[in-house]
T-cell receptor, first 115, second 116 residues
Protein backbone atom coordinates (compact mmCIF):
# COMPACT_ATOMS: atom_id res chain seq x y z
CA UNK A 1 0.00 0.00 0.00
CA UNK A 2 1.44 3.35 -1.01
CA UNK A 3 1.92 5.87 1.77
CA UNK A 4 1.14 9.56 1.92
CA UNK A 5 2.99 11.42 -0.81
CA UNK A 6 4.16 15.00 -0.54
CA UNK A 7 6.02 17.34 -2.86
CA UNK A 8 8.30 19.12 -2.99
CA UNK A 9 10.52 17.74 -0.24
CA UNK A 10 12.43 20.99 0.15
CA UNK A 11 11.70 24.59 -0.77
CA UNK A 12 13.66 27.79 -0.22
CA UNK A 13 11.99 31.13 -0.89
CA UNK A 14 12.42 34.78 -0.03
CA UNK A 15 10.01 36.44 2.38
CA UNK A 16 6.89 37.85 0.76
CA UNK A 17 7.02 35.22 -1.98
CA UNK A 18 4.34 32.59 -2.47
CA UNK A 19 4.69 28.84 -2.14
CA UNK A 20 2.46 25.80 -2.56
CA UNK A 21 2.72 22.28 -1.23
CA UNK A 22 0.98 19.20 -2.55
CA UNK A 23 -0.24 16.10 -0.75
CA UNK A 24 -1.73 12.84 -2.00
CA UNK A 25 -3.20 10.76 0.84
CA UNK A 26 -3.47 7.00 1.13
CA UNK A 27 -6.15 5.69 -1.20
CA UNK A 28 -9.54 5.46 0.48
CA UNK A 29 -8.67 7.79 3.36
CA UNK A 30 -11.45 10.31 3.79
CA UNK A 31 -9.67 12.53 6.28
CA UNK A 32 -6.65 14.65 5.45
CA UNK A 33 -4.61 16.86 7.78
CA UNK A 34 -1.94 19.51 7.35
CA UNK A 35 0.45 20.05 10.26
CA UNK A 36 3.19 22.62 10.78
CA UNK A 37 6.29 21.48 12.65
CA UNK A 38 8.67 24.21 13.74
CA UNK A 39 12.21 23.10 14.58
CA UNK A 40 12.39 21.64 18.07
CA UNK A 41 8.65 21.34 18.51
CA UNK A 42 5.92 18.83 17.91
CA UNK A 43 3.61 19.14 14.91
CA UNK A 44 0.67 21.54 15.19
CA UNK A 45 -2.54 21.01 13.24
CA UNK A 46 -3.28 23.69 10.64
CA UNK A 47 -6.34 22.25 8.93
CA UNK A 48 -8.38 19.05 8.76
CA UNK A 49 -10.51 17.97 5.80
CA UNK A 50 -13.22 15.34 5.76
CA UNK A 51 -13.56 14.43 2.08
CA UNK A 52 -13.58 17.90 0.45
CA UNK A 53 -15.02 19.78 3.42
CA UNK A 54 -13.12 21.62 6.14
CA UNK A 55 -13.65 20.18 9.63
CA UNK A 56 -11.19 22.31 11.61
CA UNK A 57 -9.12 25.27 10.48
CA UNK A 58 -9.04 27.13 13.78
CA UNK A 59 -5.23 27.30 13.86
CA UNK A 60 -4.73 28.22 10.22
CA UNK A 61 -3.44 31.81 9.76
CA UNK A 62 -6.08 32.64 7.21
CA UNK A 63 -4.61 35.99 6.25
CA UNK A 64 -1.74 34.20 4.49
CA UNK A 65 -2.45 30.47 4.47
CA UNK A 66 -5.04 28.68 2.36
CA UNK A 67 -5.74 25.05 1.62
CA UNK A 68 -8.06 23.12 -0.62
CA UNK A 69 -9.07 19.56 -1.35
CA UNK A 70 -11.32 20.03 -4.31
CA UNK A 71 -12.11 16.44 -5.32
CA UNK A 72 -11.77 14.94 -1.89
CA UNK A 73 -8.47 13.27 -2.74
CA UNK A 74 -5.25 15.28 -3.01
CA UNK A 75 -4.75 18.63 -1.38
CA UNK A 76 -2.67 21.79 -1.72
CA UNK A 77 -1.53 24.16 1.00
CA UNK A 78 -0.51 27.67 -0.03
CA UNK A 79 1.29 30.46 1.77
CA UNK A 80 1.03 33.96 0.34
CA UNK A 81 2.99 36.01 1.28
CA UNK A 82 5.51 34.00 3.28
CA UNK A 83 7.10 35.32 6.47
CA UNK A 84 10.35 34.31 8.14
CA UNK A 85 8.42 32.56 10.92
CA UNK A 86 6.81 30.24 8.38
CA UNK A 87 10.09 28.32 8.11
CA UNK A 88 9.10 24.84 9.21
CA UNK A 89 8.33 21.33 8.02
CA UNK A 90 4.81 20.97 6.65
CA UNK A 91 3.44 17.49 7.23
CA UNK A 92 0.45 15.97 5.55
CA UNK A 93 -1.37 13.05 7.15
CA UNK A 94 -4.42 10.98 6.32
CA UNK A 95 -6.74 8.59 8.11
CA UNK A 96 -9.75 6.45 7.25
CA UNK A 97 -12.00 8.69 9.31
CA UNK A 98 -11.77 11.69 11.60
CA UNK A 99 -12.67 10.07 14.91
CA UNK A 100 -10.13 9.95 17.69
CA UNK A 101 -9.28 6.28 17.40
CA UNK A 102 -8.26 6.48 13.76
CA UNK A 103 -4.54 6.20 13.20
CA UNK A 104 -3.03 9.03 11.21
CA UNK A 105 -0.43 8.15 8.61
CA UNK A 106 2.11 10.85 7.88
CA UNK A 107 3.96 11.79 4.74
CA UNK A 108 7.68 12.69 4.62
CA UNK A 109 6.97 16.42 4.87
CA UNK A 110 8.08 19.51 2.98
CA UNK A 111 10.87 21.51 4.59
CA UNK A 112 10.31 25.21 3.92
CA UNK A 113 13.03 27.79 4.47
CA UNK A 114 12.04 31.45 4.20
CA UNK A 115 14.99 33.83 3.81
CA UNK B 1 -7.49 22.43 27.38
CA UNK B 2 -5.32 19.52 26.39
CA UNK B 3 -1.58 19.42 26.86
CA UNK B 4 1.26 16.92 26.49
CA UNK B 5 4.55 17.36 28.31
CA UNK B 6 7.75 15.53 27.44
CA UNK B 7 10.18 16.88 29.99
CA UNK B 8 13.23 15.16 28.53
CA UNK B 9 14.52 17.18 25.60
CA UNK B 10 17.46 14.92 24.76
CA UNK B 11 18.68 11.56 26.02
CA UNK B 12 21.92 9.88 25.10
CA UNK B 13 22.60 6.23 25.87
CA UNK B 14 25.07 3.57 24.85
CA UNK B 15 23.84 0.65 22.79
CA UNK B 16 22.18 -2.14 24.81
CA UNK B 17 21.17 0.17 27.63
CA UNK B 18 17.50 0.42 28.56
CA UNK B 19 15.90 3.85 28.27
CA UNK B 20 12.54 5.28 29.32
CA UNK B 21 10.92 8.26 27.67
CA UNK B 22 8.46 10.13 29.85
CA UNK B 23 5.09 11.55 28.79
CA UNK B 24 2.60 13.41 30.98
CA UNK B 25 -0.73 14.56 29.58
CA UNK B 26 -3.58 16.84 30.66
CA UNK B 27 -7.19 16.60 29.60
CA UNK B 28 -10.62 16.95 31.21
CA UNK B 29 -12.17 14.52 28.78
CA UNK B 30 -12.89 11.03 30.02
CA UNK B 31 -12.50 9.43 26.60
CA UNK B 32 -9.24 10.05 24.84
CA UNK B 33 -6.43 8.36 22.97
CA UNK B 34 -2.71 8.43 23.53
CA UNK B 35 -0.12 7.81 20.85
CA UNK B 36 3.61 7.47 20.44
CA UNK B 37 5.29 8.36 17.15
CA UNK B 38 8.91 7.99 16.05
CA UNK B 39 10.50 10.58 13.77
CA UNK B 40 13.80 9.40 12.29
CA UNK B 41 16.15 11.84 10.53
CA UNK B 42 14.23 11.27 7.28
CA UNK B 43 11.40 13.26 8.85
CA UNK B 44 8.45 10.94 8.45
CA UNK B 45 6.40 10.31 11.59
CA UNK B 46 6.04 6.60 12.21
CA UNK B 47 3.16 5.34 14.34
CA UNK B 48 4.22 3.12 17.24
CA UNK B 49 1.19 2.64 19.49
CA UNK B 50 -2.31 3.85 20.35
CA UNK B 51 -3.96 3.48 23.74
CA UNK B 52 -7.50 4.47 24.69
CA UNK B 53 -8.34 5.91 28.07
CA UNK B 54 -10.25 2.82 29.19
CA UNK B 55 -7.41 0.42 28.61
CA UNK B 56 -4.67 0.75 31.21
CA UNK B 57 -3.10 -2.56 30.41
CA UNK B 58 0.57 -2.22 29.71
CA UNK B 59 1.80 -3.36 26.31
CA UNK B 60 4.97 -4.98 25.10
CA UNK B 61 6.05 -5.22 21.49
CA UNK B 62 9.47 -6.72 21.05
CA UNK B 63 11.98 -4.38 22.69
CA UNK B 64 9.32 -1.69 23.18
CA UNK B 65 6.97 -1.43 26.13
CA UNK B 66 4.49 1.17 27.30
CA UNK B 67 3.27 1.97 30.79
CA UNK B 68 -0.08 3.82 30.95
CA UNK B 69 -1.10 5.12 34.39
CA UNK B 70 -4.24 7.26 34.58
CA UNK B 71 -3.58 8.02 38.27
CA UNK B 72 -0.49 10.01 37.31
CA UNK B 73 -1.64 10.96 33.78
CA UNK B 74 1.45 9.35 32.33
CA UNK B 75 2.14 7.21 29.30
CA UNK B 76 5.81 6.26 29.42
CA UNK B 77 7.74 4.41 26.73
CA UNK B 78 10.64 2.06 27.44
CA UNK B 79 13.12 0.68 24.93
CA UNK B 80 14.97 -2.37 26.20
CA UNK B 81 18.47 -3.13 24.92
CA UNK B 82 18.58 -0.01 22.76
CA UNK B 83 20.11 -0.09 19.29
CA UNK B 84 21.65 2.57 17.09
CA UNK B 85 18.59 2.35 14.79
CA UNK B 86 16.45 3.57 17.69
CA UNK B 87 18.06 7.00 17.37
CA UNK B 88 15.25 9.41 16.51
CA UNK B 89 12.91 11.98 17.98
CA UNK B 90 9.98 10.40 19.80
CA UNK B 91 6.67 12.19 20.20
CA UNK B 92 3.86 11.48 22.59
CA UNK B 93 0.45 12.73 21.45
CA UNK B 94 -3.08 13.05 22.81
CA UNK B 95 -6.37 13.06 20.95
CA UNK B 96 -9.80 13.46 22.51
CA UNK B 97 -12.76 11.49 21.27
CA UNK B 98 -15.28 14.21 20.50
CA UNK B 99 -17.02 14.37 17.15
CA UNK B 100 -15.11 14.19 13.91
CA UNK B 101 -12.32 16.50 14.85
CA UNK B 102 -8.99 14.78 14.92
CA UNK B 103 -6.65 17.28 16.46
CA UNK B 104 -3.56 15.44 17.68
CA UNK B 105 -1.87 17.37 20.47
CA UNK B 106 1.83 16.61 20.39
CA UNK B 107 4.50 17.05 23.02
CA UNK B 108 7.74 18.74 22.06
CA UNK B 109 9.47 15.44 21.57
CA UNK B 110 12.47 13.68 23.09
CA UNK B 111 15.56 13.25 20.95
CA UNK B 112 17.14 9.88 21.64
CA UNK B 113 20.73 9.24 20.59
CA UNK B 114 22.01 5.69 20.87
CA UNK B 115 25.76 5.45 20.54
CA UNK B 116 27.57 2.26 19.51
Amino acid sequence: EAGVAQSPRYKIIEKRQSVAFWCNPISGHATLYWYQQILGQGPKLLIQFQNNGVVDDSQLPKDRFSAERLKGVDSTLKIQPAKLEDSAVYLCASSLGGQGYNEQFFGPGTRLTVL
Amino acid sequence: AQKVTQAQTEISVVEKEDVTLDCVYETRDTTYYLFWYKQPPSGELVFLIRRNSFDEQNEISGRYSWNFQKSTSSFNFTITASQVVDSAVYFCALRVYGGSQGNLIFGKGTKLSVKP
